[in-house]
């Protein structure tokens, strides 16, 4: 089987999953989260067989390619407006053999997978701008992350928007020039996650970073009575199910 022809097998297998209508989501998608933790919520979904959302595809379609080494992985998020109102939308982006192409799930069968037959990053980003038009929405904002590793066990995070662009107020040339700079940048794997852009400074032995405290005298040390608080024992908030509602209506 043809790379294409199992990327199509992997799509047709998410529209069997159908859509998720109900306006319940089914499984807990933290982006935070590691990758090996989102692969174990993957194989959950293939367990339980229920109706998937855009986000949950992403994670679904990372699952199933990852025994194809050659298929680059990356996520493309939109945020468009329309009648007053901001949407967000996440697909799959792929790259494979010179070519672009995308997985994933939404209302609207044009706004989900692309064939992948797409030259440049921009030609895929233009095509799903130009979708979204017939809906009369406005497309904001594009972010595009890194290539996902085919680790399945890997403790990294997806990195899901390393490149962030305000579409609405670029001319498309410089739309262009931005996204094949990034394209080439990820193809030449040079590109790093943005945690990695600031270490921590690291600890030289035997010394410490923080400036050096002046010794209190003797007497002032008996008098000096301890003022630190008492510690609190809070209980960290549940965190929501998505940082941003990954659902279109339309």
Avoid at 40 to 54: F, H, Q, V
Avoid at 180 to 208: Q, T, V, Y
Wanted: hydrophobic share 35%; aromatic share 10%.
């Amino acid at each position: 089987m043809s790379i294409p022809e199992w990327l199509q097998a992997i799509q047709t297998y998410m529209k069997m999953l159908q859509y998720n209508h109900t306006g319940t989501q089914f499984f807990e998608i933290r982006k935070t989260r590691p990758l090996s933790g989102l692969m174990e919520t993957a194989k959950e979904m293939t367990r339980e067989s229920l109706p998937i959302k855009c986000l949950e595809a992403v994670i679904l379609g990372i699952y199933l390619t990852n025994g194809q080494p050659s298929v680059e992985r990356f996520p493309i998020s939109f945020k468009t407006h329309f009648s007053g109102n901001y949407f967000h939308h996440v697909v799959l982006g792929i790259y494979c053999n010179g070519r672009y192409g995308s997985l994933g799930m939404s209302r609207r069968s044009d706004l989900m997978d692309k064939p992948l037959t797409y030259r440049t990053l921009s030609d895929l980003i233009f095509e799903f701008e130009d979708s979204y038009k017939k809906y009369l929405h406005t497309v904001k904002k594009v972010k595009i992350g890194l290539y996902v590793p085919h680790e399945p066990h890997s403790f990294q995070p997806i990195e899901w928007k390393q490149l962030v662009l305000n579409v609405s107020k670029m001319m498309r040339t410089e739309v262009r020039k931005e996204l094949e700079k990034f394209a080439r940048d990820m193809r030449m794997k040079i590109l790093k996650p943005s945690s990695a852009h600031s270490p921590m400074k690291e600890r030289s032995r035997g010394k410490s970073l923080s400036p050096r405290r002046r010794q209190a005298s003797p007497q002032r040390r008996v008098c000096r009575r301890d003022k630190s608080p008492a510690v609190v024992d809070k209980k960290g908030e549940l965190a929501t199910l998505n940082e941003v509602g990954y659902q279109l209506r339309i």
